[in-house]
């Protein structure tokens, strides 16, 4: 397999053409933004700490019967994946109180909640991915009810498979964000990435964050909780 052009540019990532049409090729940046783009910084090491973990967890959630773009490790940022077209949501699941819903709800950081939510935002910068419901999403045509459906279901079995791992590893799921991606046959797999950038981890013992709301708060020790998380599932 061949690279070729660059097709697209992200925040965190850029996505390559390649000699295979059923393949493209995802190479992870260190650049790290926030709040939409507002802050900037870099953080040393995280494109390949986010790139081996994504495929790290791609390959588990396989094993476990979901449909991922992941098709191989490239080398220590690159990894080929399927040709999809991206489902314009971020699909966020969340099991404790934290970041944005615990300033619209008022709950404390932390607080437990008696069952998962799950939330979905429009993925578009220009507008701030404003948050939408089953409703909008149907309204305007951002996915079909049978889709909408299909994707909540893989979300909720997702959280169910990714908190008994993390717990394994001491490590508190408190939230996350996905994103689902259609192949040219129609089928919805899981896409995107799933690294201390798109979820909330917390130490299961001290309750330390070992992801990136150190840099969007201005912890420090952002480097450091990344490579926690690389230790933790013995990729370092
Ligand atoms: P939030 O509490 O800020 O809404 O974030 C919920 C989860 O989604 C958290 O794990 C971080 C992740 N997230 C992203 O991956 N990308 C984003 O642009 C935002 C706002 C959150």
Known sequence: MQKKELLYEGKAKKVYRTDDPGLYIVSYKDDATAFNGLKKGTIVGKGVVNNQMSNYMFRLLEKQGIPT??????????????????????????NKAAGSLSKRLGLPEGTGLKSPVLEFSYKNDELGDPMVNDYHILAVELATREELDQIAEMSLNINRLMVDFFKTVDVDLIDFKLEFGKTSDGEIILADEISPDTCRFWDGTTGEKLDKDRFRRDMGGVEEAYAEMMRRLGLK
Do not use: D, G
């Open 69 to 94: 773009h992941y098709v191989e490790e490239l080398n220590e940022r690159e990894t080929a994946v399927k040709r999809v077209s991206i489902i314009p949501l971020e699909v966020i699941v969340r």
